[in-house]
């Protein structure tokens, strides 16, 4: 069992940064592939950024590298979402996720276990 728990959140203006935490208990958190996920308000929920266990792979939702930078401590259980140069259409709930899996994958139904969600708002 793993339970997730993601800050950082916040409002923020367009060009600007946050970087989003997800904390993690549970024993296999070290020996999972991690991900970030979003939905935008009337949208379904969309691919972000995922790790791999050993942080040697990452792999991002198309035009969002470069501009998000997905990482993780395992030491201290936690992936991070550093987000620069914002956009409005950057406005979701931000998600993260713990895969079944050691390997990076981009599929929602790999991921076992969820956090609660964590509110980004860009402002134009």
């Known amino acids: 069992q793993v339970q997730l728990v993601e800050s950082g959140g916040g409002l923020v203006q367009a060009g600007g940064s946050l970087r989003l935490s997800c904390a993690a208990s549970?024993?296999?958190?070290?020996?999972?592939?991690m991900g970030w996920f979003r939905q935008a308000p009337g949208k379904e929920r969309e691919f972000v950024a995922t790790?791999?266990?050993?942080?040697?792979?990452?792999h991002y939702a198309n035009g969002l590298k470069g501009r998000f930078t997905i990482s993780r401590d395992n030491a201290k259980n936690t992936v991070y979402l550093q987000m620069n140069s914002l956009k409005p259409e950057d406005t979701a709930v931000y998600y993260c996720?713990?895969?079944?899996?050691?390997?990076?994958?981009?599929?929602?139904?790999?991921?076992?276990?969820w956090g609660q969600g964590t509110q980004v708002t860009v402002s134009s």
């Open positions: 996720a713990c895969s079944s899996y050691a390997i990076p994958t981009t599929r929602e139904y790999d991921y076992a276990y």
């Open positions: 549970g024993r296999t958190f070290r020996d999972a592939a």
């Open positions: 790790i791999d266990s050993r942080l040697l792979n990452t």
